[in-house]
């Protein structure tokens, strides 16, 4: 089973930029679909973006679209959410998984998961 660690996060003001980083080790990383999650305080877990294993297919949710960019270096064994336009409503916890599956990872079913990282973002 892959082992996900999730760095990146931290405190930002409206309209600043934060870039994600999820490492993996103990399997083949680039066998692998990956996701990245969020939980806002008292919500539930959403999905945000997920790129394909050979990093040539990505699929984003509607509300983060064209401010968050889901990016992965297979050499390197890591995975990237570059996140731009930082808005208040994006302070939540960041999780990144993986799964050999793409519908499993679109229906956030996923194989493995990081612990996560918060993103706080204040106006």
Do not use: H
């Not at 931290?10 to 993996?24: D, I």
């Amino acid at each position: 089973q892959l082992q996900l660690v999730e760095s990146g996060g931290g405190s930002v003001q409206v309209g600043g930029s934060l870039r994600l980083s999820c490492a993996a080790s103990g399997e083949f990383f680039s066998d692998y679909n990956i996701a990245w999650f969020r939980q806002p305080p008292g919500k539930e877990r959403e999905f945000l973006a997920a790129i394909n294993w050979a990093g040539n297919d990505e699929f984003y949710e509607s509300s983060v679209k064209g401010r968050f960019f889901i990016a992965r270096d297979n050499a390197k064994n890591t995975a990237y959410l570059q996140m731009n336009s930082l808005i208040p409503e994006d302070t939540a916890v960041y999780y990144c998984g993986a799964d050999y599956n793409w519908g499993r990872i679109l229906a956030g079913l996923l194989g493995s998961w990081g612990r996560g990282t918060q993103v706080t973002v204040s106006s």
